[in-house]
């Protein structure tokens, strides 16, 4: 008997709605079932799961955790148990880059079972690609709303190779947080690159308001120097953007950077007027005041949908300015 009667084996595409109590009460009838269909005993098949997801306990996954769980336990009783201790075996091996560019290891890495949709970037990743779940940050459980399921990009590379997009979404989730925005070496360049594309750009409006002279030198020595954090206040963030979105900066964008863009602007305004009527009273003026305008948005955008403030990591430094392994606690 399973949780809705008598079916045994439901069709993968209605899992993505599954969710909370239902999911779990899933996830754990598949681990009886496999259990069984292989003649293990359920907890160590348990055991063979909390490893691939690199939890001590299944309480601990989410529901991000399970829906990737669950197919895995689904596809493993439509192959009749073959080859189950390998495909429940957690990929480790994950190289990264060193130095600015490094990320924390990821908690889990895999092949994705199904098609699906960066939890950072929004962009859609393919059954069969290299996906991961980042490590919690360190104020996520208190704070932060934790990231799905990441194409490889953000999940490694994203420092190293940081695109606009990448800069676009340290930015948003910096002032989200209301933290101020921390940039490594190569996210500057890419910011400066951008500020400078069209030298018009010095006369907008924002420029002239909030000059940004200052700013591009900070840019130029992180660049140069290959600095582990440039600190950027709120109000230089915003005033950057403002810039970017002068038509000199659009023209040279792609349509997906002018999307993400569009939909930040669209985000930080309602985060200023309210146009949804969100009670300071109850949310406050802070980043659950945020959270609450972004879901009651009436133009939901991929920014809106994916949610957030996500931790995006700072690099860590000593006393002495040395940068320090992000795997360090
Ligand atoms: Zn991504």
Not at 4 to 25: K, M, N, Q, V
Not at 250 to 260: K, R
């Amino acid at each position: 008997m399973t949780l809705f009667g008598t079916e045994e084996i439901i069709p993968c595409s209605s899992d993505a709605e599954l969710a909370g109590a239902e999911l779990r009460a899933r996830t754990t009838q598949e681990v009886d079932a496999l259990a069984a269909l292989v003649g293990e005993e359920t907890e160590k098949l348990l055991q063979r799961v909390l490893k691939l997801v690199n939890l001590p306990r299944l309480s601990y996954a989410d529901d991000h955790d399970l829906r990737e769980v669950l197919r895995e336990l689904r596809y493993c009783v439509q192959k009749d148990g073959r080859g189950y201790k390998v495909r429940l075996r957690r990929r480790t091996r994950v190289d990264r880059p060193e130095g600015i560019g490094r990320l924390p290891r990821p908690r889990w890495v895999k092949e994705a079972t199904e098609a699906g949709m960066c939890g950072l970037c929004g962009d859609t990743y393919r059954a069969g690609d290299a996906i991961g779940r980042a490590q919690r940050g360190p104020k996520v459980a208190a704070y932060y709303v934790q990231m799905g399921w990441l194409c490889w990009h953000c999940l490694v590379m994203r420092r190293q190779q940081p695109t606009r997009r990448d800069v676009l979404l340290r930015f948003f989730h910096g002032l989200f947080a209301h933290d101020g925005v921390g940039l490594n070496g190569h996210e500057c360049r890419v910011l400066l690159e951008w500020l400078t594309l069209d030298p018009v750009l010095t006369s907008s409006k924002p420029w002239t308001v909030d000059p940004l002279k200052n700013t591009l030198l900070r840019l130029h020595t992180s660049t140069v120097e290959g600095k582990p954090v440039t600190w950027l206040s709120p109000q230089t963030t915003h005033t950057i953007i403002a810039v970017l979105r002068e038509p000199a900066s659009v023209a040279h964008l792609t349509a997906e950077e002018t999307t993400v863009l569009s939909a930040f602007a669209q985000h930080l305004a309602e985060w200023e007027t309210n146009p949804e009527s969100v009670p300071h009273s109850r949310y406050g003026t802070g980043w659950r005041y945020r959270q609450r305008a972004l879901e009651l948005t009436s133009h939901p955008t991929v920014l809106s949908r994916l949610g957030g403030p996500f931790h995006l990591f700072q690099c860590k430094v000593t006393a002495l300015g040395r940068l320090r392994d992000p795997d360090e606690s």
